[in-house]
């Protein structure tokens, strides 16, 4: 029985990382179809979405059966147990990418931004794309230097995300309001997958560690503070 319960724990692992490489293929082709307006790789990318969605409601119930035969302790527990909210994460991963390429298709055979915020999106594609190759790297290897990575990449997705904002709003934009829309829906598509990568590193530095080690808070923010 102890044999098999390994076995399935090590299918729950393996499932994450194959889910990860799928959605690393995803945000790479959904990226590339909304830079170059490529339709059929975007009708590509939002096919290939219930792909990901199956093998995550997959591991879901892998998951779930380990923990009502098995019920595991310690270290075995946190892996199920981060299993189940890290498969979350990844479908969820897996939706940015479909509505980045939903865009693309919308607006073939036009470019989905103006001229002025090609560059930016293009440079938001590169970190999303990096960021879901060191994530899968990250639940292969558990390692906690590909997470601070992972970390870094997010803060300049989220300068990038700001400065799509900046753009919009100021006074020299001159797009319709179809182009603010589109900016800035995908601006946030990009900015979110970045945000449920850190939130998956996070569940990997607590599944190696048995510890979230979150961070104090600043001594520079008023306890008065409302939110």
């Given at each position: 029985m102890r044999e098999v319960f390994q076995q399935e724990l090590a299918e729950?692992?393996?499932?994450?990382?194959?889910?990860a490489e799928l959605v690393a293929a995803s945000i790479a082709n959904a990226t590339r179809a909304f830079n170059e307006s490529d339709v059929t790789l975007a009708e590509s990318v939002i096919a290939d979405d219930d792909r990901?969605?199956?093998?995550?409601?997959?591991?879901?119930?892998?998951?779930?059966?380990?923990?009502?035969?098995?019920?595991?302790?310690?270290?075995?527990?946190?892996?199920?147990?981060?299993?189940?909210?890290?498969?979350?994460?990844?479908?969820?991963?897996?939706?940015?990418?479909s509505h980045i390429a939903q865009l693309a298709r919308y607006r073939f055979p036009e470019k989905v931004v103006p001229k002025g915020l090609r560059g930016t999106f293009k440079e938001m594609g590169r970190l999303d794309s990096e960021i879901a190759l060191k994530l899968t790297e990250l639940l292969r290897t558990e390692d906690m230097a590909l997470a601070e990575q992972i970390r870094s990449d997010d803060d300049l997705i989220d300068d990038l995300h700001l400065s799509v904002f900046d753009k919009v709003l100021g006074e020299t934009w001159k797009g319709a309001a179809v182009d603010?829309?589109?900016?800035?829906?995908?601006?946030?598509?990009h900015e979110r997958f970045a945000d449920h990568a850190v939130s998956i590193a996070k569940k990997v530095q607590y599944l190696a560690t048995g510890d979230w080690a979150v961070p104090p808070v600043s001594s520079t923010v008023s306890t008065t503070a409302t939110v």
């Open positions: 729950v692992r393996e499932g994450l990382v194959t889910i990901i969605d199956e093998l995550a409601l997959t591991l879901d119930e892998l998951a779930i059966n380990i923990l009502a035969r098995q019920q595991p302790v310690a270290r075995d527990l946190r892996i199920v147990v981060s299993a189940l909210r890290i498969s979350a994460s990844l479908e969820r991963m897996g939706d940015m990418s603010t829309v589109d900016a800035t829906l995908a601006s946030r598509y």
